[in-house]
């Protein structure tokens, strides 16, 4: 009885899974990210999540948040509006190699086109990442159309909103664009991307 009974609870659970064909969440490296969050009193919909690994050792998860849900790398870098990159640390970093990091993967993917205040912005948001991170640190990137990038950590702003939309475009080719920081996080993302 008691095993029939187990049988009848798989089936139902894997008749919920296939019928509704999303889950609540995906995750990597032990990570759990929401299908859903709400922003700027925006529905963000998951369009998949990454592992950041330099040298083997896995640093962050990475989810990448949209209203649209799109998959297409094109349109999550340009189309305006409301976006988030979510960082998930899985391992400490020590504040000089966390910024210089970020001023590696940031400074090279600036467009040829950049103004000077494209640079200095760019500039300002490296100038951010001056903490130590542990394994328990979430970052958050958030884009407001109109508003800007605010950088959070832990909840925290990290500092000023920056305005426009250059500096948006720039961090999400690092992980989406043709020239990625990191070609398997951007593999992993995209291939875990469910369109809606």
């Keep these: 009885m008691g095993r029939i009974l187990a049988q009848f609870w798989i089936m139902a659970f894997l008749l919920v899974f296939v019928t509704t064909g999303r889950v609540e969440a995906r995750g990597i490296a032990g990570r759990e990210l929401a299908e859903t969050v709400t922003r700027a009193d925006k529905a963000l919909k998951l369009n998949g999540v990454g592992l950041r690994e330099k040298y083997y050792f896995d640093i962050y998860v990475l989810g990448a948040y949209t209203e649209s849900g799109t998959c297409d790398p094109a349109r999550m870098i340009k189309d305006d509006e409301v976006k988030l990159l979510r960082m998930e640390f899985v391992r400490s970093v020590p504040a000089k190699r966390l910024q210089a990091e970020v001023r590696k993967m940031v400074?090279?993917?600036?467009?040829?086109?950049?103004?000077?205040?494209?640079?200095?912005?760019?500039?300002?948001?490296?100038?951010?990442?001056d903490f130590d991170v542990t394994k328990e640190t979430i970052v958050e990137l958030l884009y407001v159309p109109g508003t800007g990038v605010t950088a959070t950590r832990d909840g925290r702003p990290m500092g000023a909103v920056l305005p426009g939309k250059s500096l948006l475009e720039t961090l999400w080719s690092t992980y989406v664009g043709p020239d990625p920081c990191c070609p398997a996080t951007r593999r992993q993302l995209l291939e875990s991307c469910q369109p809606m």
Excluded: G
């Design 107 to 129: 400074s090279s993917r600036l467009p040829v086109s950049a103004t000077d205040a494209d640079r200095q912005q760019s500039e300002s948001f490296i100038a951010m990442y």
